[in-house]
């Protein structure tokens, strides 16, 4: 069965950093590209960064300024964000996504981890 | 950044009933549009994408229509189950955007 499974989430104080992940089963990993999305509490969901299959095409929101890092290891099948400088505002549930082949819309998503940024 | 609007903000219907969704962009996005549902505390799940195509195992009361800067999301007859929000999703400028969602609740 295609699962993707999202762990790493939790409190963090304004300013501080966070590395969520994602563990993806049931399909070729190192086939497809994937993505970060997020919902914080009362708002819709936000795009935030894809990655392509070898990691060769990186893209991220204007709304992240530089603050949070993509990457995947093909060998673990698995997905990360690394986040920097965290705000308030960052506070969400983060979704991974799979990138459908040849379409790369999100076909396939994670139940998501928790961030919580406050002091 | 290509923004997508979506309306009504909420559509209060009964089951059996037919929904329409709007999703306007701000720039045309050619057919490169994606909808999907999404239930509180599940994951999204995409419904259409490239405007018109159902994703693998989504029902046909399901169907899209639209290009350039138009598209509707059409539910032809509401099941319990798809009471729910939904979102437009544009692909064809990076940075990717979404709508800012669709909640289609029990009348």
Sequence with gaps: EV????????LVQPGGSLRVSCAASGFTFSS??????RQAPGKGLEWLSFIS???????????????FTISRDNAKNSLYLQMNS?????????????????????????KGTTVTVSS | EIVLTQSPATLS???????????????SVGSYLAW????????????????????????????????GTDFTLTISSLEPEDFAV???????????TFGQGTKVEIK
């Design chain 2, 13 to 27: 219907l009964s089951p059996g009933e037919r929904a329409s969704l709007s999703c306007r962009a701000s720039q």
């Design chain 2, 86 to 96: 939904y979102y437009c999703q544009q692909r064809s400028n990076w940075p990717w």
């Design chain 1, 32 to 37: 497809y590209s994937m993505n970060w999305v």
């Design chain 1, 86 to 110: 965290l705000r308030a505002e960052d506070t969400a549930v983060y979704y991974c996504a799979r990138g459908m082949n040849s379409h790369y819309y999100m076909d396939v998503w994670g």
């Design chain 2, 36 to 67: 999907y549902q999404h239930k509180p505390g599940q994951a999204p799940r995409l419904l259409i994408y490239d405007a018109s195509n159902r994703a693998t195992g989504i029902p046909a009361s399901f169907s899209g229509s639209g290009s």
């Design chain 1, 3 to 10: 699962d993707l499974v999202e762990s790493g989430g939790g």
């Design chain 1, 53 to 67: 299959s070898t990691s060769r095409t990186i893209y991220y929101a204007d709304s992240l300024k530089g603050r």
